[in-house]
C-alpha cells in the first residue's frame, strides 16, 4: 500500500503549489479546489492567511523523501 504525502505541487502551481497539492492528495481536479478555495475566502475571509500558514508549513515536492 503507498503511503500518500501533503505536498506542494510542482506541476500544479499558481501561486505557490498549495491547491495543486491538495488536489493531487485528494485526487480531485485543482480547479475545484482552487475554486473552492476563493469561495472560502471570500464567505469567511481567513483563506489569504490559511493560503499563507499552509505556504510555511506544507513543504515543497522536490524536498519530499518517497
Known sequence: MVEKKLY????????????GGLSEYFDVDPVLVRLLWVVFTCLVGSGIILYI???I??????????
Open 8 to 19: 506542494r505541487s510542482e506541476r500544479e502551481r499558481m501561486i505557490a503549489g498549495v491547491c
Open 53 to 55: 500558514l499552509a505556504c
Open 57 to 66: 508549513i506544507i513543504p515543497n515536492e522536490r524536498d519530499v523523501v518517497y
